[in-house]
């Protein structure tokens, strides 16, 4: 339907990028991006209008996205010629306007479109060599001047060589080296390096594209202070055996991976050198403050367990010490600590302790004529205490 509405309006409408490279591949992919050679924002309209979803445009751009009734995104470009400049080192021809759009992108499996035509429905459009590409499994860039162009795409090289398993083609390695010999890093705002690094932190093996951005020297590139060492690697390979298991629970809500591996990334950088690294990445003073905080209360937690567990204190001591910390910051602890009896404390807060649940609530209170204060949340806490001492196991060395 989709495609019979850009015949209706005159415009050939394809479907591009990840959605097909994956559909070849076989991976699950639910991000539609069509492009219309044609006024993709007045096709959106009326895509938004034929399903009743919702569109919103961004004119300068000619680009919308349409929201359909179930919650599925489908972005729209506008596909027009006159639209791209090119640097002057690029050969000048004449291209169709999906197929200059095409260009635009980063690697060859990228650049791939399905058209939705009716009378071409299905057609696979390849300029580029992307279906050899793939049988081959090597990443390459459309060229020469794509990590000029946009430097990021460095990153995005490594992160898609790695999730399907492909190598990095020759001319496309060189083409790195050189970017990072001629620190084209350097220019990169802190906030695009930072988006970049969260989405290797939400791959499925973000330490090996670490390693790989280490061995071209990228996170040094970034700053120096990034650079791995084996004492994050150590650390960073904790925080994936913590977070595997703790996917394995089944326990809702699931963290936020992305800050496990990046504390990991900053294990033993001092409060100063960690500054350097938030303003490097363009932290806004917020979120800068809010990590120095978690660091800050991750020490101090890993302190107060060892002298609870030294002073063997109660389960409830436990349960305190561990209650306000966030998620992310636990199985950080976790991680950090892996032969020490502290991962197998912070893991009996994490599945047990933290889901005890008491029957009492302030009403109970008012109805034993309790006056109603700060006093109230005092005793609840010490109800709470109480319930997880009554559990089975009560001291510190029975935990063992
Ligand atoms: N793109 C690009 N250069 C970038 C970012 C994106 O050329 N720096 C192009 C790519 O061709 C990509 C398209 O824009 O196919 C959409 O980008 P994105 O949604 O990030 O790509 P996906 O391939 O869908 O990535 P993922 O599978 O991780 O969602």
Redesign the pocket.
Known sequence: QAGELGQQTGHAVYVV??FV?DLLLKHP?F?V?LVVEGDGVAYAAELARIYGGRYKSHPKFKTAVVILPDGQRVDVATARLEYYEYPAALPTVELSSIKMDLY???FTV??LALHLSPERFGDLVDFFGAQRDIKDRVLRVLHSLSFVE?P??IV?AIRFSERFGFRIGGQTDRLIKNAVRHSFFHKLSGSRVMHELR?IFEEKTPLSCLRRMQDYKLLAAIHPLLALTPSKEAVLLEVENVINWYRLLYIEPQPQVWMLYFLGLCTGLDPEQFAIIARRLNFSKRQAAEMVALRQQIRDTAQGIFNWEYHKGPPSELYFLLEPMPLEGALYLMARNPREPLQKYVSLHLTTLRHKRVEVTGNDLKALGVEAGPRYADILRRVVGAAIDGLAVCRAEQLE
Do not use: I, W, Y
């Open positions: 990028g990840g490279r992919n991000d991006d635009r992108r980063d990228n650049a946009d990021t795409r995005r989405l």
